[in-house]
């Protein structure tokens, strides 16, 4: 409402020639995006890559609306290899952790490509249907861990190597727990039943990182969502104070250079030495089930959509009746014919069965058969889904376990670094000295006529001029007990 005011207010002054053209001054930073709460709404997204042994940003990348997650994506690659050449490193050592939404077949093949290894939690859960999952999920979990804050078990199955639509081959890791109460939303997995699933990917070797090592990745030594948590606080890098797209990325990277500091000048300060703690004790590797054959493939028995949305309440697949001359039968009696079988996927197949329009129009239980709100114009429609059902037992057999030694990790301590260096400086005395008499009185330059006010459309030198019309002060700041490291510095 108010930017509707705004805009009449505008369009009834005077044009003047010598301004630049009226415009939305946040058009240039920000589009309209979907944030998983409201559509259209106008955002703005950033892409950061965080080096987690330090704590110390290594780059921010925005863009306006939902942005490019895959150009963003190939920005940080970049900025992480050319990391790892600086310390003469080879991708192969570096372990990229992100975040779900860059679990697809796209993101994978352009970290594959780095030659970096990855962890992510996937964007799908159709893998759930492949039946080297549906084999696995149907024996014993790999391994049972507790979370951290509640005693929930939640169980992990490693689910071998997969080739995911195209991409390169990656691990697959599923975790699933109960499933909570009715009515109680579910905020990340997909619901099965009364289970949770969720689905990993990573490209870490299985004789080398365990499911449960992989998952302490994911959630506790590679998170960095208590990072992004610590920054909103300390700094607000999110907050608007530009209405040009650099300006406020650059007011972002300003934010984390001012963040990289503070954690270097306070390492300096103190000589912290590093951390370093047994993050996994040495363990067997559980039995895993490998498929010594490629099994004859053989699919399910045919399972009928069932009605949701707006056919919630009308006439369902179990209303109609298969005929031995593979048709439907309807309710009213009139027939579907196969339209056809199609392959969704590797593992899924799915029937599409028709009615004739004309028998559509004249069934007197028309209004119970189609979707309230219907046209009309298109005549009943029946699906039916089956899968690839999962190899035999007698086609697998058991890994012989190996033994695995400790993995030990070395880290700094940022928050406390950080919360030290902020600790000190708050009790500093700090003096401000002018080393130029500034006389008691001086006046603005006078105001502008209301219509160039009113347009927000100064040029640059006039805003230049009106915010520098005192003169650059000329100061002497003194702060008391500086370390003698840091004066160096």
Not at 48 to 71: E, I, K
Not at 310 to 315: L, M, Q, S
């Amino acid at each position: 409402m108010d930017a509707t005011r705004q805009a009449a207010r505008q369009r009834a002054l005077p044009c003047d020639p010598t301004l630049p053209a009226p415009r939305r001054r946040l058009d240039a930073a920000c589009a309209p995006g979907y944030t998983g709460r409201k559509r259209r709404e106008v955002v703005r997204t950033r892409t950061v890559a965080l080096q987690m042994h330090t704590r110390q940003w290594v780059g921010t990348y925005a863009g306006r609306g939902n942005g490019d997650y895959q150009g963003e994506l190939a920005s940080a690659l970049r900025t992480i290899t050319t990391y790892l050449g600086l310390f003469t490193l080879t991708p192969e050592v570096a372990l990229v952790r992100l975040d779900g939404q860059y679990g697809d077949t796209v993101a994978i093949t352009q970290l594959t490509e780095a030659g970096v290894h990855l962890v992510t939690r996937a964007r799908g859960y159709r893998v759930l249907e492949h039946p080297q999952i549906q084999y696995v999920l149907a024996h014993p979990p790999t391994a049972r861990v507790s979370r951290v804050n509640s005693d929930e078990v939640v169980e992990l199955f490693e689910g071998g190597w997969l080739q995911l639509d195209g991409a390169v081959g990656t691990r697959v890791i599923v975790a699933r727990h109960r499933a909570p109460e009715p009515g109680k939303r579910i905020s990340v997995g997909k619901c099965i039943g009364e289970w949770v699933y969720k689905v990993f990917i990573t490209t870490l070797p299985i004789d080398g990182f365990l499911v449960e090592d992989v998952l302490d990745l994911y959630h506790r030594q590679g998170a960095f969502e208590a990072v992004l948590t610590d920054e909103d606080i300390e700094e607000d890098p999110d907050r608007w104070c530009s209405y040009t797209e650099c300006g406020q990325e650059l007011w972002q990277i300003t934010c984390q250079w001012v963040w990289n500091l503070r954690l270097s000048l306070e390492q300096a300060m103190q000589q912290a030495a590093l951390r370093e703690i047994e993050w996994a004790s040495p363990k067997k590797t559980p039995p895993v089930l490998l498929t010594i054959e490629k099994p004859v493939e053989e699919y399910g028995p045919w399972e009928w959509a069932a009605a949701f949305g707006r056919a919630t309440g009308h006439f369902g697949a179990d209303a109609f009746t298969l005929q031995e001359d593979g048709k439907l039968r309807c309710p009213a009696g009139a027939s579907l014919w196969l339209s056809e079988v199609r392959q969704e996927n590797a593992f899924t197949q799915r029937a599409v069965y028709l009615a004739y329009q004309i028998d559509c129009q004249r069934c007197s239980l028309r209004e119970q058969c189609l979707a309230k709100g219907a046209k009309g114009d298109r005549a009943r429609r029946i699906s039916a889904v089956r899968r690839l059902l999962p190899p035999p037992a007698s086609a697998a057999c058991e890994q012989e376990p190996l033994l695995l030694g400790p993995i030990r990790w070395v880290d700094v301590a940022g928050r406390a670094l950080r919360r030290t260096w902020t600790t000190h400086w708050q009790s500093q005395h700090a003096e401000i000295i002018p080393l130029v008499e500034c006389p008691k009185r001086v006046s603005p330059p006078p105001h502008p006529p209301r219509a160039v006010r009113s347009h927000y459309r100064w040029s640059w030198p006039n805003r230049l001029a009106r915010n520098a019309w005192w003169g650059p002060p000329q100061l002497c700041v003194t702060v008391a007990g500086v370390p003698a490291v840091l004066a160096i510095k």
